[in-house]
């Protein structure tokens, strides 16, 4: 009997008082899951931006002769690919109808080719600055040097730059590609073009950069 009695003694003689008990483990596993749900949010987030950042965009563009009466007969097809934002782009195709040697191959500002390739303007060179090689700190945008065509007047082109952009303030869709009459000095003649143009000579074949795959 004395032992039975001692046990309700110590039983809580107040059973609301459990109640801020489970209150603090309630808003507890509150905070826990709600930490859970950010970081989840966050995970999911950080794989979208990725999966944004690791896509493939893809242009291309069709070369036609500047002049079709009596020019070259200057034809090719040009893949501009970049596999992530802010990534180098890719720049392959073929050329055919060129004198053997060297062409400069440049980025032109306008896809406007109502006068030939005339029209499509200057070098893309968004920031204003002097003509040079792919290579080089100082260049325009759309400088990408030379192609060599071999004997038969075929030039593969096989380009990497990390200038161009599919996306961005250096996109080049919507504008021209350019193949010249002669090699581009890239800014290292004594010309007074060299800096300008790379004194590369007359515009034998042009097109302009679509959209392929975005």
């Known amino acids: 009997m004395q032992a039975r009695y001692q046990y309700k003694q110590n039983m809580p003689q107040h059973p609301q ?10 808003r507890n596993r509150l905070v826990t899951m709600n930490k859970m749900i950010a970081f989840l949010l966050m995970a999911v987030l950080a794989s979208a931006s990725a999966e944004v950042s690791t896509k493939e965009l893809v242009a291309v563009v069709r070369l036609t002769p500047h002049n079709s009466t009596g020019g070259p007969n ?4 040009i893949t501009f690919t970049q596999s992530a934002t802010n990534g180098p782009v890719t720049v392959t195709g073929t050329i055919s109808g060129l004198k053997e040697g060297l062409h400069g191959f440049h980025v032109h500002e306008k896809g406007d080719l109502s006068s030939g390739c005339t ?23 759309g400088d990408l ?11 593969t082109v096989n380009i990497t730059d990390t200038v161009i952009s599919l996306s961005g303030a250096n996109n080049i869709l919507g504008r021209a590609v350019v193949v010249h009459e002669d090699a581009d000095d890239l800014g290292k003649g004594n010309h007074s073009l060299s800096l300008t143009t790379g004194n590369a ?4 074949a042009c097109g302009v950069i679509g959209v392929s795959k975005v």
């Open 17 to 26: 008082s459990v109640i801020p008990c489970l209150q603090s483990f309630a």
């Open 74 to 77: 200057v034809n090719g097809a």
């Open 119 to 141: 029209s499509a303007g200057g070098h893309f060179n968004p920031n204003g600055q002097n003509h040079g090689a792919p290579g080089d700190a100082v260049r325009h945008v």
């Open 145 to 155: 040097g030379n192609i060599q065509a071999n004997s038969e007047g075929i030039a």
């Open 201 to 204: 000579g007359a515009r034998l």
